[in-house]
Structures are given as C-alpha cells and as structure tokens.
C-alpha cells in the first residue's frame, strides 16, 4: 500500500475558526477516522496582528489536546508562527492556506496567496460581490493553483448520502420545495463584525448563505434543473443604525425543475431545533433538525416511514474540506468538483441580488477589484 499524501498548511489568522479547523486537523488525525490516503501538516501559523498570538494558538491547542488525552506537542514543536500573512506565503514549506480573515479581507488575502503561488481553501462567504469571485477563480486558473471556498456543510455524509438517495434513487420523488434556516442571535454591537459593513457584514453574507447552500445543493443540483440559475425574490429587515441586514427571506424557483426554496436567517433570533432544514417531494420529505451549517443526522420520511440517519463526525468536522482539499491537489484537481467554483460564483450572484433588491451595500473599497 502506498504512503498516504501529506498535504502542508498555513493558516491566516488566530480567529475562532483558526483554531477550530487547526485543532479539528490536530485533534481527529485521518487515521483515527478511517482515513488512509492523507495526512495534514499544520506548518505556519501568521497573524496579522502579532507573533505572539500565533504562539497563543499553540497554547491552546497543545491545552485542548491535554485535556483531551491527546498528545500534540510533537506535531506543533516544528509550526513557524509569523507576525504577518506574507511571511505565511513566502514560507516555501506552505503547499496550501487556510484563509479565514472577515469577509471583507478574503478577496485580497486569498490574492496575496495565489500570487505567491500558494493553494487556497478560503472560508465563506467566498468574497463580498460576483466579480471578486470571477476574479480569483480566474487567476487561480491562470496560475493552476487548487482554491475552493470553505463550504464545509457540502462534505459532511449526511449530504452525500442524501444527495445519491434523492438524486439518483428519487427516494422522495420529485423535489417539489426546499426550505432552509441559519439564525444565530447576535447581540446588537456595532462594533462587532457582523455589524460593519467595512467589514462585509449582515446576516445573508455570514449566515444566510448556508440557508442558500442548501437551495444549491438540493435545487440547483438537482439534475432535473440542470444547474440553471434561479430566480431570486427576496426582502431584508435592515439595522436601524448602521446598512447591514439583520434579517433576511430569501425566495428562489429553479426553473429547470420549478422547485421553489424558502432561504432565511436572522441575527435577531436562534433557529429554533428542528427547523433547519426541510425538504419536500412528491413522496415524502427529509427533515435535517439541526443545523444547516453542521448537519447532524437527518430523518426522511418516505410513503408515511420515517427512518433516522446518523453518520458520527467527530470534532467539528473541518477535516471532511481538508481531506478533500488535500486529495484534489494530490491529484493535480483545481477547481473541487464537491465544491465546484462555478457554484460558488453563482450563489455569488444570488446574494448580490439580494442585496441589490434590498439597498445593500458595502463601501467602495470592500466592493472592488484588485489588479
Ligand atoms: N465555516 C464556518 O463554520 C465558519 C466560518 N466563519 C468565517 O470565518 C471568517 C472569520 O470568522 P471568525 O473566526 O468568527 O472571526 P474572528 O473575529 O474570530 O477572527 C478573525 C481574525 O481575523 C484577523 N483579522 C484581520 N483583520 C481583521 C480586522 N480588520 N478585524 C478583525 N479581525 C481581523 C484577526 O486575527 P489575527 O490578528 O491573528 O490576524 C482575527 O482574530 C469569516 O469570514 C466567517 O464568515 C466563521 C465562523 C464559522
Ligand atoms: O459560518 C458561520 O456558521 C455559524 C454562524 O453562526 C456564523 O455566524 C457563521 O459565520
């Protein structure tokens, strides 16, 4: 048997996904959940602020490991921590980057990767408009470097499994509608990201877009559509103080399939269990209770027989895009056919829509390209 793959990171930033997806690649190494062909190596950490709160992220993780019974000091002995994301692409060790800047700061963070010849697995929302999005799949194209926007939920196998039993297997035969919520109540702070429109806020860009996903996954993807693009209605609650959307419904009819998608959330309230995500067919319907960004297992109801499906993800589950993003580049893919480019470019353009319909807008520097 071949030696597994091992695919090189570093990460932008110590923020709270930071350490969520490093601790998720440290903590559920691949052999401990079943996996053989790849193996993650965490080495460069950068933050944009300062060294020290790379060495911080070390801490923790090395702290979280202790407490639970997991040894990870070895593995992190050898992470270069940087006072900045430059010397993270300057790094020759660093085959690919995890960039998980605010919004408003993907565009350019994951430009300075690709420029320096660095595959990027870059969070949602991919960046804050359409162009932006053309813009970096092209130049990733141009450069062959591998980059994918971190939607983590479409590699969850809940998902997979899903989509072969309702696609291929038609288990609840047609999709006729697909309704799906993502709210987390976040206190009014304007001074908090979510708040700012510099820094590409809202709840559509932060929240709604899982909401959106799932229209995608199920609608868009549904071979009955033929991946056309949606028609997009939509209606935002705005801040009274500062132009960010703080609630937002979202209306789409895939024409191919004339399968309609109800895509809300909120900053104001928490889902409540049980009402994520819900799809609906000629024969029955798949409830996911909870989350639309996390699924935990899903119930699917076919001719009155409800049956509960659970696939044990341990962790968070960053690993599931890691391994993917390490298999693609071991196998020289660029563009994720899990995660394809074109799909993101087009939710893209759905929420540009919507903040179209709505008077959304983010400041001139956060909307333009680079050259
Ligand atoms: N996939 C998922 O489930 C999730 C994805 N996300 C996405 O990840 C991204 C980051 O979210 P999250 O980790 O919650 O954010 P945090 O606020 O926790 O962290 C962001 C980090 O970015 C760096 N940074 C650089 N410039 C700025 C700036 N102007 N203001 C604030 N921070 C800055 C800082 O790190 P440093 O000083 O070290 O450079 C900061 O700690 C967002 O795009 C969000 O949409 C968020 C939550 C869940
Ligand atoms: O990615 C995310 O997932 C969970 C949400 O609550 C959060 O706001 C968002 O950034």
């Known amino acids: 048997m071949s030696s597994p793959f091992n695919i090189k990171w570093g990460i932008f930033n110590t923020g709270n996904i930071s350490e969520s997806f490093v ?32 060495q911080a992220l070390i801490d923790t993780t090395i702290a979280t490991g202790d407490a639970k019974n997991v040894d990870v000091r070895d593995q992190l002995k050898n992470v270069k921590t ?22 408003a700061l993907h565009y350019s963070c994951c430009l300075l990767a690709l420029n320096n010849n660095k595959h990027v697995l870059l969070e949602k929302p991919f960046t804050a408009n359409t162009a932006q999005a053309v813009h970096l799949s092209i130049l990733a194209k141009q450069k062959n470097l591998f980059l994918m926007e971190a939607v983590w939920t479409k590699f969850f196998p809940q998902v997979l499994d899903l989509q072969k039993r309702l696609f291929e297997d038609r288990a609840i035969g047609k999709i006729r509608r697909i309704s799906a919520d993502l709210s987390r109540f976040a206190a009014t702070d304007l001074t908090h990201k979510k708040y700012m429109p510099s820094l590409a806020g809202g709840t559509l860009l932060n929240q709604g ?20 693009l949606p028609i997009v209605r939509s209606i935002a609650v705005k801040n009274p103080q500062v132009d960010v959307d703080q609630s937002v419904g979202v209306f789409l009819v895939f024409p191919g399939s004339n399968t309609l998608c109800v895509a809300t959330s909120s900053m104001d309230i928490t889902t409540a269990s049980g009402h994520s995500v819900l799809i609906e067919g000629d024969r029955g319907f798949v409830e996911i209770p909870r989350s639309a960004n996390r699924p935990e297992y899903y119930k699917i ?17 960053f690993y599931l895009e890691a391994d993917s993003t390490a298999r693609c580049i071991r196998d020289k893919i660029i563009d994720n056919p899990l995660c394809p480019l074109k799909e993101t470019i087009e939710l893209t353009s759905v929420m540009d829509q919507v903040r179209q319909q709505n008077g959304i807008r983010f400041p001139t520097d956060v909307e333009d390209l680079i050259y």
């Open 301 to 317: 109801t076919i001719d009155g027989k409800t049956e509960t499906v659970n696939f044990d993800v341990p962790g968070y589950g």
């Open 82 to 103: 940087y006072g900045s994301y430059e010397e993270v692409v300057k790094d020759e060790n660093v085959d690919v980057v995890y960039i998980s800047t605010p919004n």
């Open 209 to 228: 877009m899982y909401a959106l996903t799932w229209a995608f996954l199920f609608g868009y993807r549904d071979p009955e559509n033929q991946h056309q």
């Open 23 to 54: 601790q998720d690649l440290l903590l559920y190494p691949p052999h401990t959940r079943g996996v053989t062909d790849v193996t993650h190596t965490v080495v460069a950490i950068g933050s944009g602020t300062s060294k020290a709160k790379a």
